[in-house]
């Protein structure tokens, strides 16, 4: 495992990580909202395991990133590309998951042929999306969290730095209780002891220097993307269950039907837990081929 600090342009730094196969063909990993670089050992196992050298970064707010206030969804096609340039990579594929699916889609939009196929699992639609329910079908506690954030942005930010400290708190077993109303039956299952240890590790690095990074995260998945789904002309698949209650399914099926020639993975029995732990191996596998 290798940590890099890259500086970008504005004078920011971006905290990355790399482990898997040192030799191996580059993959983005992008993480979910909040979260840090920190990867999951069964992913770094899989990238051993199949040649793949794996690259995570902490976005602006995370970890050891600087924030920038304002950023949109596109703002991470350009720091995963400087990424790239400072590690020597040229071609690359990317997956993101959760609030990592938009900005894995970014990268394919904005940076072209120089992304070999990203993989967009269980990640949200734009908002507005014509003839998207957004919220119908979420969990009670990102329901409440999103229309907050809709209808009173300074009260919304104020309760998301409670929310830092409570997470900050958190066990793993209080983390599997807090979720409790956005996991379906299907995740609870999935959501092991150590699944759980590691996302608070995770979450942990990640809110470790304040809440800017998944304030700026979420505002950012609300306004302008700063690109259309319909731009995107590389290799693409969409990752979703049908018992997700993180993000509705009909998430992925609007993106599916947007995204140009997208290959749709729509799962009805999976969820938003099962299609990270099964979906992501499956999906670096398919990105190592496109390289």
Partial sequence: MFEHTVRVRGGRTLRALEDGDANGRPIFALHGTPGSR???PLFVAHA??????????????YGGSTSLP?????????????????L????????????????ALACAAILGERVAGAACLSGVAPYPAEGLDWLAGMGELNVEDFQLMLRDQPAWEKK????????LAWSPEELRNGWASLLSPVDRKAFTAELAEFLVRQLKEGLRP???GMVDDNLSYVLPWGFSPGDIRVPVQVWHGGEDRFVPVSHGKWLA?????????????QGHVTVLVDGVPRAQSWLASKL
């Fill in 48 to 61: 051993r395991a199949n040649g793949i050298r794996l690259i995570s970064y902490d976005r602006p707010g």
């Fill in 38 to 40: 920190l990867l999951p």
């Fill in 210 to 212: 304040g809440a800017e």
């Fill in 160 to 167: 998301s730095q409670e929310d830092r400290r409570a997470l």
């Fill in 70 to 86: 304002g950023r949109q969804v596109a703002d991470v096609a350009a720091d995963v590309g400087a990424i790239a340039d400072a």
């Fill in 88 to 103: 020597g990579v040229g071609r690359f594929g990317v997956w993101g998951h959760s609030g990592g699916g938009a900005p």
């Fill in 257 to 269: 039907a947007r995204i140009p020639n997208a290959e749709a993975h729509i799962e009805p029995t």
